[in-house]
């Protein structure tokens, strides 16, 4: 047996790079893909899709059987820069805790990583520590500020009440979108601050009330409208460029299926965003405002205020927009109205009327606009969880697709180092076998009838397992932590914490019918594309397949 382990040991130093025909057909797969054609239809289409352009399928999702696709624009449609955007959020943010708050001046000069939180984190208002937990809400993951805590700290905290915690609102806070990686961060910094200067922080500030605080100030930075006009004055530097959602609306649009566009934004921020992905570029990387973009969309509702729009028992009122002026039709009294928080002046030119554009409403009123007759005809692409797709899923039944980005560094990262975690698996089943000897020999030694001499050797025997047992976990240990800062520094990988699921993958495998690294994948794939997801897999499977 020794002569065994010591051969996986050597096997996993030297990192054996094996593989089986289907792991070399699959790398074929991904180094012949080459260039992803623009859209499926073109020349270059329906070709393999690199891996990182995948569309993944939870539930199978026919595309025939849909006749409306809708999209929101924030982070879906509109991919924000976070080296640009959440910095400018934070920096407002913090603006707004000194100025409006009561926090020291020394905030301003605190400074944003922008890689260092990622979606899926829980944030523990009460005692200041964010989490990043398995599928089954086992803490896995935990710090306090920027201080990791112990495996005992997080037991103590978070594994030895009589009463499973649920990790939910109020106590908890959950950071599911990436609009919400700034204040996760600007918390983490304010525990530490208050931890060092208790004095320094408005007093009676608990862990609590700094997190309210953050929260406070966002809404003011969001409120107050500056960050939208700053996005606004030059939305290149602030959003990335897809030449690609052009293609891919008017291939939904040509194939018959209704677009629409449901987003929480307004029409005046909502028009600059739209013009600056559908629009031609100037030289400058500037684009001329009209609403040419209007014609890849049959409906586009604005201020939405997602979730509550998915209900359809909100009774919050539709009105038209008058794209030219921005002004509301259809009020109270029958006349115009200026927009609420439209503060941007735009030079437009004439728009067409293909296209209605409205402001607030209900999911029943976008029903009607569409003629839809059944939710299930319905496919949502969203970015966020809980106000895009966990409502419009549970609630309505649309079928769902949701936007990662991270999805697409991830799955490369996977695939470049799956022999290591085949070494993991190796090490773990070796440690179990260990494990299961040295139980075995101490039920001996305790209940078997045994001479003097046969009871030395056993003690012999089980004191060189159990050396050999620490040695297997700590290499075990070692390599899962260094595979682990691969992925992410402090936090790993984005959809798994250990050997399970994260809390974020089970969200994503419950909500989204679909999930994909960018909205314009969709257009690498036939728009009446059948999906369909891949078996699922007991425990007891794995070993009897060999998988």
Known sequence: MLSGDNQLHASFRMGDTGMDDKTSQFQSMKASSGQDPCIWSSPGGGRKINLGKQIFCNRSLNMKNIV??????????????????ESLAYGGTIRKLVYDLGYPSELLEWTFDWKYMVRGLVLDKKRGNILKMDRHKYVKVAYHGFRELSKEDKVASYGSTLIRDAFDEPDYALI???????EAY??????????????????????????????????????????????AKDPKWYINEDTSIVPMLKM???????????????????????NFLCGAQTEGGASSLNFDWLRYFNVVITGSAKPGFFHDENRANLFEVEPESGMLLNTD?????????????????????SCRVFQGGNVGHLHKLLGIESSSQVLYVGDHIYGDILRSKKVLGWRTMLVVPELEKEVELLWEFRDTRKQLRLLRTERDLVEDNIHHLKWSLKFKVIN?????????????LESLREQVRLSHQ?????????????????????????????QVERFACLYTSQVTNLSLCSPDKYYRPSEDF???????LGL
């Open 186 to 231: 600007l918390f983490a910094q304010l525990v530490d601050f208050k931890d060092k200067n208790p004095d320094k922080v408005p007093k009676g500030a608990d862990y609590s009330r700094m997190y309210r605080d953050v929260r406070a100030a966002v809404d003011l930075c969001h409120r107050d409208g500056t960050l939208k006009q700053m996005v």
């Open 252 to 274: 939904l649009k040509d194939s018959g299926r209704a677009t629409f566009l449901v987003t929480n934004s307004l029409w005046d921020y909502t028009n600059v965003v739209m």
């Open 452 to 464: 003097t001499d046969e009871r030395q050797k056993l003690v012999s025997e089980l004191d060189k």
């Open 333 to 353: 009294n029958g006349t115009p109205m200026p927009q609420v928080g439209g503060t941007l002046s735009l030079p437009l030119k004439p728009v067409s009327k």
């Open 478 to 506: 070692q390599a899962q932590r260094e595979l682990h800062q691969k992925f992410h520094k402090v936090w790993g990988q984005l959809m798994k914490t250990g050997y399970q699921n994260s809390r974020f993958a089970h």
């Open 68 to 85: 409306a696709v809708g999209f929101d624009m924030d982070y879906t449609l509109a991919q924000y820069k976070p080296e640009t955007f």
């Open 176 to 182: 599911d979108t990436l609009f919400s990686l700034a």
């Open 538 to 544: 007991m425990p007891h499977e794995f070993d009897i």
